[in-house]
């Protein structure tokens, strides 16, 4: 496992340790969890962007019952 230090004021780190202290976790999982779901969300914004434009280029859409039919479902 690899270690990430990170510079924080004292004021900083008081506020990140009490905040993941009120989610029952350590410094380093709290800050762990929180960069891995803002990794993911702006995955999802990638995604959702690309699919966006994906849709406006081809206004295509299909019913849950066309998707379920074409895929044996």
């Known amino acids: 496992m690899t270690t990430i230090s990170l510079r924080a004021t004292d004021e900083e780190r008081k506020l990140i340790g009490d905040v993941a202290q009120l989610h029952g ?5 709290y800050i762990k969890d929180v960069v891995l779901e803002r990794i993911e969300d702006e995955y999802d914004l990638k995604v959702y962007d690309e699919a966006l434009k994906e849709y406006q280029d081809n206004p295509i ?13």
């Open 61 to 73: 859409s299909h019913s849950l019952e066309e998707i379920k039919e074409r895929h044996g479902l």
């Open 25 to 29: 976790k350590t410094i380093s999982q």
